[in-house]
């Protein structure tokens, strides 16, 4: 969607590194959510993050960790990558209004090898 | 648990003909919502089902709930090579929850 904005597009990693994806939401849009989707699956939430707070928590480990600024751009941080890691990973905004749609990003596509 | 089911997985069909993707939950959502993802795109928004029964139509894409908000279905008639892509429904247990993808039918239109 045009205004979400997603950095980098690609990004490629060795097993045990850190990285930190960042997505900048389209205007108006203070929700901030966070979904991997591997290879011919449907998207797996993350987490959610609303007044730079992790308001929601999907089933991935503590390796997943956000971050919210004051102007709602998002970032995530994946620490000692695994392989199992690749995928692409889609930031999805919305305002906060409950059962909003999400407006996607383009993702970025992190391979871990 | 909270887990949304799609099938089929796969659909190819000849261009004209019709194509329906089904979605299931073992427990009552909140709502529904669908999205189109286009190869090596994002999910789109398409729509989304509040109301128990709803139907929803989007010129030849129809949309519906179930009567107990456990199943939807999103149905093409005619389908055209413009519709290639994946079809996710997505659910809502609870008010303000996270929105749980089901996994998704690809659909491939041979003109």
């Known amino acids: 969607d045009a205004g979400v904005t997603q950095s980098p597009t690609h990004l490629i990693k060795t097993r045990g590194q850190q990285v930190t994806l960042r997505c900048s939401p389209k205007s108006g849009h203070d929700t901030v959510s966070w979904y991997q989707q591997a290879l011919g699956q449907g998207p797996q939430f993350i987490f959610q993050?609303?007044?730079?707070?992790?308001?929601q928590r999907g089933n991935f480990p503590d390796r997943f960790s956000g971050h919210q600024f004051p102007n709602y751009s998002s970032e995530l941080n994946v620490n000692a990558l695994l392989l199992g890691d690749s995928a692409l990973y889609l930031c999805?905004?919305?305002?906060?209004?409950?059962?909003?749609?999400?407006?996607f990003g383009n993702g970025t596509r992190l391979t871990v090898t | 648990g909270q887990q949304v089911m799609q099938i089929p997985q796969y659909q190819h069909v000849q261009e004209g003909e019709d194509f329906t993707t089904y979605c299931n939950s073992s427990t009552t959502l909140s709502n529904i919502q669908w999205y189109k993802q286009r190869p090596g795109g994002h999910p789109v928004f398409l729509i989304q089902?509040?109301?128990?029964?709803e139907v929803k139509k989007q010129k030849r894409l129809t949309f519906q709930f179930g009567e107990a908000k456990k199943n939807s279905s999103l149905h093409i008639t005619a389908t055209q090579t413009t519709d290639v892509g994946t079809y996710f429904c997505a659910g809502i247990y609870n008010q303000g929850g996270k929105l749980i993808f089901g996994q998704g039918t690809e659909l491939s239109v041979k003109p």
């Open positions: 993050y609303y007044e730079e707070e992790e308001r």
């Open positions: 089902l509040v109301k128990s029964g």
């Open positions: 999805a905004c919305s305002p906060r209004a409950a059962n909003s749609p999400l407006h």
